[in-house]
Each structure stands twice: as structure tokens, then as C-alpha cells.
């Protein structure tokens, strides 16, 4: 059995009494390239867009590679990853393909190089996956609440089970209220025969009207408000994709904010993907999900409970609005109501990978934070921009006055040092998980373990912000791994998941249209999933 | 009586805990069922090697831990850690007055419970400060926390109970929150052996017994049983214990039933025929239920026919019958009979008193069928 896996990344130890910017460090290394790749015909570098350009077998993939400096261990980083642009989309096999490219070119540079510049020399070295640093998750436990008791299956006992989906379909709720809208299929309702068939095997599909059971978008919003009993309702917009955006961005927050659980499904879906199993769970899941009746949940290892949940601070990218988020999940089941809230009157300024609170907002964050978890407790932050330190210190104090202990908080970020592997490509256990733990605070860990878009293609990059004298350890990359996959709702994509949960409900706040709200905005987060 | 009904339920969970025990403590199970689990059978004296240790911020996994018949450690530290932690929730409660606040307190309470009993039967150590005011007045409006409260109250401080220990014995066997079964199928075993309202107490008890086993007894056999299922079975199966199942349990068939009559009764037909009674007589003496209209009547014919003997001249009262009538119709005596007139009074109203005692029987068996209209 293969136990170490090559990747697309080199490290450095800085010996020099010097330490060179990240951009002389960048600049030093495409002029070695230029001198190590000169007599190489299948490596073409593209000098103006400093991309590399490997050429192999008729196919060129165009590299790019970024380098970072890791201070508190005196290292340099360089990574090499794959370019897409963003207007094309990779089927499976380009990504595998690209991820094949790219470790042929580290093959090419091989093992180890060195970087010669003006304050030194640089030997990196190419670091490899050790399969002996992994968490497997065959063994995590998925609690089923939907069936007539509540059973536990491992994640190895429920993927090895014979249609599994079936199993799964077995242990939802049949006790939903579904309204239908959709202003392409208002008149026929027979096009939509299998979503409504599908639906009705969990509950009830509701009637609009005398006769109608499929409303006009137009009434939806009426219609909910006049709407008495709310108990296990959801609302099922259906329309074509191409209808979709505005409608859905503007009903969207209305519905989250009146605490209404909405789905909206493409009728491409419906019309080509309903039969595959897995499309079934996946939409039937999140529904249930959303209605607050969660058919499955992942059970978090044992070890990793020293907190009762995890906080997560994000600012908002929309659209001339500057926005903060804070959200809050319990780490054990329970019945108790998580919150996401969105402020507008914090004041903060915003780089690529970094924020800063002025510190008026730092105390009036920590009041809000204080409310919305409501209770002494014990957690951990996650950050999704590194925060200057003294301020996060400050955050930390005035919760910690309020009886709110944070016991750790980590940086996360998907787009840092992006490399590939080769774990990814060799056929391995899906269930294994390799990392890397690069220094005292900085790991990597791959969350994703099997391929079906770009961007499963990189791991993620963990950086332990706070406190200041503890060292990254495996229990943090467990917390981590296990947040990404407690979306086991997209029980389709379960092997592909790669964002924690947290980080994933603020991305799709950035796709919502959200309007001028009075300082505080308050969303139920199973909502938002 | 259907035995397995009545007797097999508890045997079952009990039986079936023994048997789950090695695979739960083995398996790969949280470590709060193992040391429950490892509790249990240290409790039915059967120890196991358990290699699992409980996390020092799980207070109610540590006090579980200690309270094993092999344990050494003192757990008088343990109680004034966890009312440490109870102060701490009521002060964060009273500070806040928010929701999370509010709900946190109240799952500690409610876990708290089960603890409470173990402490107090298994050791000298009381968990729950069960008359702290605070925290009666917080949960004022939470019924079935404070009926729980008032039980334990009962049985473990001697509180006086008043007219008001009924009601808590219908409370009881009402009670919806899943997570105060046990503790109350245990409370309402000892107020029927404590109080005077057995009867009440052990409807209680069974309804409860009876509620969890039929959820029970229907999964068991489910191979993927969650820890929180299991927990529930070996929580209730010390709780069983503890009621004395376990002694039945090794007892040949005619011996448990003397077991079950003699300790516990058969509730049940006691429960109905009181019922049947309350409902039918208007007044019942303490030790012989009449009702006041026979008890009426009987006064009279005792009067009458002390008169007649007393006071000669009253014999000489007499009533001449020529005819008999029967509802609408006379039928003609062949000669006129001068009769004494108190004594035909009597005769006439014990006719009566055994017209209404044959209607009393009937009634109560109309009720034991379900109802009247039966």
C-alpha cells in the first residue's frame, strides 16, 4: 500500500539573517525557473502573466504558482495549482487531468530545488501526504432520527449498504405540508407529476386554491402571510434556470427572515435528474433539513466536544453594503434554535485576506455576540479574514467578562496555497483524510477526497489565530473536517464536500439580495444551509 | 392477568441491558452509556473491566463513575462541584434572562434528576438542593419539572403531603417529558410504598412502566440502536432495579406473583373497582362503602319496627287489604286481611332497599365494561 502521496508544494527553512518579500521571494523564483526549465520543451512560461505552461501528450495546462510566508516558523511556502477561467466549466476528467499535469510538472522540478537570490540561497523541498497523518472517518457516526426509533449507522456501515439512498429515503418524516409555486407550470401541473408524486410520499401537497395545487410566484408572498399554521411547512418554488436568479435572490431573504422554509428547485432538475437516487436524497434531505426535522445528523467524535459549539465571524460581500455576519451552532445535538445575524453598524475595513474592527465595533460586537448566544459557554471562532491580533485579544476579553470562554479561534481560508495531490487521483479509501500541520499554527487538511468540480481540487488551509502559545494540533483538524462534513444533507456529494458548514452558510448570504434592515438582521440558520 | 404484560416487560429491558452490556462497553459506543452501562452491572454485582475514564467537565458522567460499588473515591467533592455548576446556570439564568440561559438550566435540571435518585440511593450524597427557592421559583410554570420536584420532595425531604399528593400522583402518570420517565417510575414506586395513596402511586408507576416498555420492547431488537436509545434502556434498567425487579426476576413463576401481590399489589382491578364505587355510591364510609339512601331506608325500618315492639298501642294500627295492586291493575284478595300497619311499612321499604342495592350491583358492572351505555 502506498503510504506517502507527492503534492504541488515546496517548503523552505530561512536561515538567512535576511528575509525577502513574498514578491522578491516570487520574482527570485520565476528568474530561477527561467534558467531551469530553459533547454525543457514540454514548460513554456508565460513571462507577462507569470503562468507556466505544461505541455504533455497534445494537452497544455496552464500553471500558476503563489508563494507564502509562514513567519512565526521562518518558512517560505511555494504551491502550484492548476488555471481555470472562470468562465469555463471542468467536467471530472479535466480537473483529474489538470491535477495529473501539474505533478508532472513537480516531477520535472523535481524533489528539491534551489532558489538562488541576492540574500541567499533557498533549497525547498517537495512535501509529501503520509497516509500515518490522516483522520479517518469510516468510523464517525450518523444518527437517523426519521424512522420509528433512532438508529446509528458509521459512515463505512451506511456507504457499504446496498442502495443506501433507499435505506436513507426509509428514515425521513412523512409529516411535511408542501406549497408549490411556479409561474412557467401554474397551468400544468401534469409536467410536474414526479416532483409531486415524489413530494407527496412525505407528506401532504397543499392545495393554493380550490382547485390548484401549483400557485403563481405573484400570490407566494400573500399567501404566506396569511397562512395560519406554519407548523412543517415549506415552500417549493419550481422554475427555469434562467427565470430563476432575481426571483430567487428576493424571495429568498423574505422567506429566511420570516422564518418560512423555501426550496427552490430547476425544473432541469426535475426533468433530468429526479430518478438518480442521490438527487432524490439531496432534495428531500435539505428540506427536511430547513423544516427544522433533520432526518440525519453527523455526530461529532467524542474528542473534539471541549466546547459547546463553534461561533463563526464573517464580513458580507454584497454589494454596496458593508456587512458583518455572526453566526452561532451548538456542537451536540439539541433542540435549541441556531441563529445567523447580519449587522450593518459595525465599522471595519476590509483587504484581500484581512479585516479590521474599529474598536468602538469590536465592543459593540462583542454585546451582539453576547445575545445571540445568550448563555455562558465555552466555544470556538472561526474566522474567515485574519484579524489584527489585538483586536481579536480585545473581542476575546470583553466576551470572556460576559462569561462567553473562547478556547480557540482559527483562520480559515480555501484559497490560500492551493496545491493538488496525487491522494486525490490514486483510488484511495474515500474516507481518509490526509493534513499536513506545516508549523506551530499552520496545517493543511483535505476535505474533500474525491472529484467532481475545480474547486474540490485543493485542500483547505487552517491557521490557529488564537491563543497565542498553543500549538495546531490533529483535535483542531478534527473539529475542522467534522464541520465540513455535517452537511452530510448533500448526502450526493458527501465525498466532495470541502467547506465547513459555517463558511458555506455566509457564501450563500453573499448570493442573497438583502435590503436595508434596522442594525441587526436575524435568520434561523438551518434557513441558510 | 397476562403474564407477559405484567411481569415479562421489566424482566426483558432488564435482561436485555445484561446481555448489551459487554458489546456497549467493548463497542464503539460515548463514554457516558459505558460508564452508565459498567454502573449497572456493578449495581446487579456483576463487574466489568472498564478501561474508559469520564471527562473532568462531565459532571454527571464522573458522579456515575464514582458511584460503582468499587469505587474509592469520595464523592462529597463531586456533589459540591456540581452545585457549583447548578449556581453558576441559575446565576447566568438570572443575569441573562434569556432563552438559551433559561433552556440550558433547564436540561441541567432535567439530567440532574436521574443523578439526584442514583446519588441518593446508591450513596449517603444528595445531588439536587431540592428547596432552593431560586430555582422553584424559575420553573414555577414548568408543570411537570415542579411535579417531579414535589415528589422527590416527598419521599427523600419528608415533606408534608396534603390533599395535594393525589394530584401529584395523576401528574406523574401524565407525564410527557421523555427524560423524567425513569425518575418518575421510580418516585412513584416508593410513594406507594410510602404514602397512603398506594393505589394512586402504583397506577402511576405502571402507567409510566407501561408507556416506556411498549416503546421499548418494540425496538430492542434493532441491531443499530442509537446511544441515546440505549442509555434511555440502561438507565431504565437501574431504575427497574432499584424497584426491585430484579429480585422476581429469580424467583420461580407462583413466587413472583406473591412477589408482585405482596409488595406491589395488582393495581389495576383495585384501581377500577374504586373507581366503579366512587362513581355509583354518594357517600362512602371509611370501612364500609354504602350508599346514604339504603343506609336512609334501613334507619327507618329499624325505627319503624322498634316503635311497633315498644308501644303496644301502635300494634293495634291496622290496615285492612282487600285487593293487591300491581302497576296499573287490582287483584281482589278473596277475603279482606286486617294487617299491622308498621310492619307492612318495613316489609314494603325493604323491598325497596334490595331493588336498589340489585340496580348499585348492576351499575358497577355496567362500569367495569367501559360505561353506561354499554
New interface residues.
Given amino acids: 500500500m502506498i503510504e506517502e502521496y507527492p503534492t504541488s508544494m515546496y517548503i523552505t527553512k530561512l536561515s538567512t539573517l535576511k528575509i525577502p518579500t513574498r514578491k522578491d521571494m516570487k520574482q527570485a523564483i520565476w528568474d530561477n525557473f527561467e534558467e531551469i526549465f530553459y533547454d525543457n520543451k514540454k514548460i513554456e512560461l508565460d513571462n507577462e502573466y507569470k503562468k507556466i505552461i505544461y505541455k504533455d501528450e497534445g494537452q497544455n495546462v496552464e500553471i500558476y504558482y503563489k508563494v507564502r510566508d509562514i513567519p512565526e516558523n521562518s518558512r517560505y511556502i511555494i504551491t502550484f495549482f492548476p488555471y481555470k477561467s472562470k468562465r469555463k466549466q471542468w467536467t471530472k476528467e479535466m480537473c483529474r487531468n489538470a491535477v495529473e499535469k501539474v505533478l508532472k510538472f513537480c516531477d520535472e522540478l523535481g524533489d528539491t530545488f534551489k532558489i538562488e537570490h541576492e540574500i541567499g540561497i533557498f533549497n525547498y523541498e517537495r512535501i509529501y501526504f503520509n497516509i500515518s497523518s490522516s483522520i479517518d472517518i469510516s468510523?464517525w457516526?450518523l444518527?437517523f432520527y426519521g424512522g420509528?426509533?433512532?438508529?446509528?449507522?458509521?459512515i463505512q456501515e451506511l456507504f457499504e449498504k446496498d442502495g443506501y439512498y433507499g435505506y436513507i429515503l426509509t428514515k425521513i418524516p412523512k409529516n411535511a405540508k408542501f406549497y408549490i409555486f411556479s409561474n412557467t407550470y401554474e397551468d400544468k401541473e401534469r409536467e410536474l407529476r414526479s416532483i409531486l408524486n415524489f413530494l407527496q410520499s412525505f407528506g401532504e401537497v397543499c392545495k393554493i386554491s380550490e382547485n390548484k395545487i401549483i400557485g403563481p410566484l405573484n400570490i407566494a408572498k400573500d399567501f404566506a402571510e396569511k397562512l395560519h399554521n406554519r407548523d412543517k411547512c415549506v415552500f417549493i418554488f419550481i422554475e427555469k434556470k434562467e427565470r430563476f436568479d432575481e426571483p430567487y435572490k428576493n424571495l429568498k431573504i423574505y422567506y429566511d427572515t420570516n422564518n418560512i422554509p423555501s426550496q427552490f428547485i430547476n425544473d432541469n432538475t426535475i426533468f433530468e435528474k429526479l430518478n438518480y437516487p442521490g438527487v432524490r436524497s439531496n432534495i428531500i434531505l435539505e428540506i427536511f433539513t430547513k423544516i427544522g426535522l433533520k432526518p440525519i445528523d453527523l455526530r461529532p467524535p467524542?474528542d473534539i466536544l471541549?466546547v459547546n459549539g463553534f461561533l463563526c465571524l464573517s464580513d458580507l460581500e454584497i454589494t454596496n453594503k458593508k456587512l458583518f455576519g455572526a453566526l452561532f451552532t451548538y456542537s451536540r445535538e439539541?433542540?435549541?434554535e441556531e441563529e445567523v445575524q447580519i449587522y450593518n453598524d459595525l465599522k471595519f475595513e476590509v483587504t484581500k485576506d484581512t479585516i479590521d474592527l474599529e474598536d468602538e465595533s469590536i465592543n459593540l460586537l462583542a454585546n451582539k455576540i453576547n445575545?445571540l448566544?445568550?448563555?455562558?459557554i465555552n466555544i470556538d471562532v472561526i474566522i474567515t479574514k485574519e484579524w489584527k491580533y489585538d483586536k481579536l485579544k480585545k473581542l476575546i476579553d470583553i466576551l470572556k467578562q460576559n462569561?462567553i470562554k473562547i478556547n480557540r479561534v482559527y483562520y480559515i481560508s480555501m484559497k490560500t496555497s492551493r496545491f493538488v495531490d496525487k491522494y486525490l487521483i490514486s483510488g484511495h479509501n474515500l474516507n481518509v483524510h490526509p493534513y499536513l500541520i506545516l508549523s506551530n499554527k499552520v496545517g493543511f487538511i483535505r476535505t474533500s477526497t474525491n472529484i467532481r468540480f475545480y474547486s474540490d481540487l485543493s485542500s483547505i488551509y487552517i491557521k490557529l489565530f488564537w491563543p497565542k502559545n498553543e500549538k495546531l494540533i490533529v483535535k483542531d483538524l478534527n473539529k475542522i473536517l467534522w464541520l465540513v462534513k455535517k452537511r452530510i444533507y448533500r448526502i450526493q456529494e458527501f465525498y466532495q464536500l470541502k467547506i465547513p458548514e459555517p463558511v458555506k452558510i455566509f457564501r450563500n448570504i453573499n448570493k442573497m439580495y438583502i435590503k436595508d434592515f434596522e442594525s441587526t438582521l436575524t435568520i434561523p440558520y438551518r434557513l441558510l444551509i | 392477568m397476562d403474564e407477559k404484560e405484567e411481569i415479562g416487560y421489566p424482566h426483558e429491558i432488564i435482561l436485555f441491558s445484561i446481555n448489551k452490556a459487554p458489546e456497549i462497553i467493548k463497542g464503539k459506543y460515548n463514554n457516558r452509556l459505558k460508564i452508565i452501562t459498567s454502573l449497572f452491572m456493578s449495581i446487579i454485582g456483576k463487574n466489568v473491566n472498564q478501561e474508559i475514564e469520564p471527562s473532568e467537565e462531565d459532571i454527571f458522567s464522573m458522579i456515575l463513575y464514582n458511584l460503582k460499588k468499587d469505587s474509592k473515591v469520595n464523592i462529597t467533592e463531586l456533589v459540591s462541584k456540581y452545585q457549583n455548576q447548578l449556581e453558576k446556570k441559575i446565576r447566568d439564568f438570572n443575569r441573562r434572562q434569556s432563552e438559551p440561559a433559561y433552556s440550558a438550566l433547564e436540561k441541567f435540571i432535567v439530567d440532574s434528576i436521574f443523578y439526584h435518585i442514583l446519588t441518593s440511593e446508591l450513596s449517603e450524597y444528595k445531588l439536587l438542593p431540592l428547596n432552593n427557592e431560586v430555582l422553584l421559583t424559575i420553573f414555577t410554570n414548568n408543570e411537570e419539572l415542579n411535579t417531579i420536584i414535589d415528589s422527590l420532595l416527598i419521599f427523600m425531604e419528608n415533606k408534608k403531603y396534603t390533599k395535594k399528593t393525589e394530584d401529584i400522583a395523576i401528574s406523574l402518570s401524565n407525564l410527557t417529558n421523555e427524560k423524567l420517565i425513569e425518575s418518575a417510575i421510580f418516585i412513584s414506586y416508593r410513594l406507594a410504598i410510602k404514602t397512603s395513596y398506594k393505589k394512586e402511586f402504583l397506577y402511576s408507576h405502571y402507567r409510566l412502566l407501561r408507556k416506556s416498555m411498549d416503546k421499548l420492547y418494540k425496538i430492542i431488537k434493532n441491531p443499530n440502536l442509537d446511544d441515546s436509545i440505549l442509555e434511555k434502556i440502561m438507565k431504565l434498567s437501574i431504575i427497574l432495579y432499584l424497584c426491585g425487579y430484579d429480585k422476581s426476576l429469580r424467583l420461580p413463576h407462583e413466587e413472583k406473583l406473591n412477589y408482585i401481590d405482596k409488595v406491589i399489589s395488582i393495581p389495576t382491578i383495585i384501581q377500577k373497582t374504586e373507581k366503579a364505587l366512587d362513581k355509583n355510591l354518594k357517600f362512602r364510609h371509611k370501612l364500609i362503602p354504602i350508599d346514604i339512601n339504603i343506609s336512609i331506608l334501613l334507619f327507618i325500618v329499624l325505627i319503624l319496627n322498634g316503635l311497633y315492639i315498644v308501644i303496644p298501642q301502635l300494634q293495634n294500627l291496622k290496615i285492612t287489604i282487600k285487593d293487591i295492586p300491581i302497576k296499573s291493575v287490582s287483584f281482589p284478595l278473596p277475603f279482606p286481611i286486617d294487617a299491622p300497619l308498621l310492619p307492612i311499612i318495613s316489609t314494603l321499604i325493604l323491598i325497596i332497599i334490595i331493588k336498589k342495592i340489585y340496580n348499585l350491583k348492576e351499575n358497577i358492572i355496567k362500569e367495569f365494561k367501559g360505561g353506561k351505555n354499554d
Fill in positions: 468510523d457516526n444518527i420509528d426509533v433512532v438508529e446509528k449507522l458509521s467524542e471541549d439539541g433542540t435549541e445575545l448566544i445568550g448563555r455562558s462569561d
